[in-house]
């Protein structure tokens, strides 16, 4: 849109009942905090400004969201005295002058930017006053949105409603959207003549009418405007959150055997013909290349998987492992920090810590690189075409030429040249007969413990 938008996210409630010392704006749903969530769906609606109306925890809300949201303003609200009380705290934002002055709510994350594309369409067709509705399955409890001839002429609350109005099952869902010309006309006429002596946004609607505007009522789908004020309720719009990003990504092209068992992080990047078996978790920056297989029980954070790689069963991928093509880490292995070159095999059992492994290399069960020495980290090369035997220990820092050899059971302190093989371990020796002796040993022992 052509139209210059401001996006007003009210986040200054307490949140009592999450019964946390956490703000509840700042609670995570897909490892980013709610009001965060809200403000993406504003920039993606083409809002170009954001003001943040915080209250209770706010130093810690402005901390936490000014590092997300570059260039937005923090307004606090001087006191919990309504809706409307809480919009004008953000008066010095909104007289800069917009086109469109949208109102959300830090605490329901899961609008999509279609809602508010169409409030904002409203509002260029020349309505005022765009309030957004849904229609739940029980209406019971809602403030009602009163229609007539395609406007809306009122909100009635629930407790105030009458029984015709009551059978309405088009509900209000809080978010609206203003025209930048007459918001602050409209929100300095709410009084505060009610029972709690609130000043209420939604009384703007008959005020607009008063004065000639034109109303409209937009409706979004029920889970847009889900709000989250338990924990009961963060799970839930959680669940919903990561059906839809599951959903995003198997019309994609990505195949997600048991989809409901795959959880994501908002960051999450898959590209088509990845395959995501069932029971894997994605922390934050993970990037899925073409045709990578991620298999059961895996967990990933801080991590890219090259095309046509592999990972798991039962593997963890850290902060800074960058997996080539065709690469492989299998099941109980553990990666940070690291790149495994173009075809290398990292196989079970087996840590690869602050490490370069060369193209094709293949680390064989029970390898540990032994990158920290208590103080700092150090770094372990692998050359190509490498071969570590089971149960080595590389102690870092440390080089493994390219085509080397490392036997099993090693512990490798020094550098290994190209083309040598490794012993690091004592020669065996064996005490022909010896074991009789120590059965008959170990037996009287054991009696006289008895005895």
């Known amino acids: 849109m052509a139209r210059s938008c401001l996006t007003i996210i009210l986040a200054a409630g307490q949140g009592t009942r999450m019964k946390s010392a956490l703000p509840k704006v700042l609670h995570p749903v897909a490892g980013l905090p709610m009001a965060a969530h809200v403000a993406r769906t504003a920039q993606a609606a083409g809002s170009e400004s954001i003001a943040v109306v915080i209250g209770h925890g706010g130093a810690e809300v402005r901390q936490t969201l000014s590092g997300m949201l570059d260039g937005a303003t923090f307004h606090e609200q001087d006191g919990q005295l309504g809706t409307a009380h809480a919009v004008l705290a953000a008066r010095d934002s909104i007289a800069k002058g917009y086109d469109d002055v949208l109102v959300m709510f830090g605490d329901t994350p899961l609008v999509r930017p279609g809602v508010m594309r169409a409030a904002r369409a409203r509002l260029a067709e020349g309505a005022s006053v765009a309030v957004v509705g849904f229609r739940p399955a029980d209406p019971s409890g809602y403030g009602r949105l009163i229609e007539r001839d395609g406007e809306l002429v009122a909100i009635r609350e629930d407790r105030e409603a009458n029984d015709e109005e009551r059978r309405i099952g088009f509900c209000n869902g809080g978010i609206m959207a203003f025209s930048g010309d007459s918001i602050l006309e409209l929100l300095n006429a709410v009084g505060n003549d009610n029972a709690k002596g609130e000043y209420y946004m939604t009384d703007a609607v008959e005020i607009a009418r008063s004065l000639g505007r034109r109303v409209v009522a937009i409706e979004a789908p029920v889970e847009d405007v889900v709000g989250v004020n338990t924990r009961r309720d963060l799970a839930a719009v959680e669940a919903i959150w990561q059906h839809r990003a599951r959903c995003d990504f198997l019309d994609s092209g990505v195949t997600m055997l048991a989809p409901d068992t795959v959880f994501l992080h908002h960051d999450t990047k898959i590209e088509p013909d990845a395959i995501i078996e069932p029971n894997v978790v994605f922390g934050p920056g993970v990037e899925i290349k073409a045709g990578a297989r991620i298999r059961s029980f895996s967990y990933m954070e801080g991590a890219v998987v090259g095309e046509n790689a592999e990972i798991g069963p039962f593997a963890r991928l850290r902060p800074g492992a960058r997996l080539s093509e065709k690469s492989k880490v299998g099941n109980f292995c553990e990666v940070k920090n690291s790149e495994i070159g173009e075809g290398a095999k990292v196989n079970h059992l087996t840590y690869v810590g602050d490490s370069v492994v060369g193209p094709r290399a293949n680390l064989g069960a029970g390898t540990i690189t032994c990158n920290y020495d208590g103080y700092g980290k150090h770094l372990t090369e692998i050359g190509a075409n490498a071969f570590v035997g089971s149960n080595t220990s590389l102690v870092a ?49 054991k009696e006289a413990k008895k005895g």
């Open 397 to 445: 820092p440390v080089r493994i030429g390219d085509n080397a050899y490392i036997a099993s059971g090693s512990v490798v302190t020094d550098e290994v040249p190209d083309d040598a093989v490794a012993f690091a371990r004592s020669r065996q020796i064996n005490k022909e007969g010896l074991a009789p002796k120590l059965r008959a040993r170990f037996k009287a022992a």
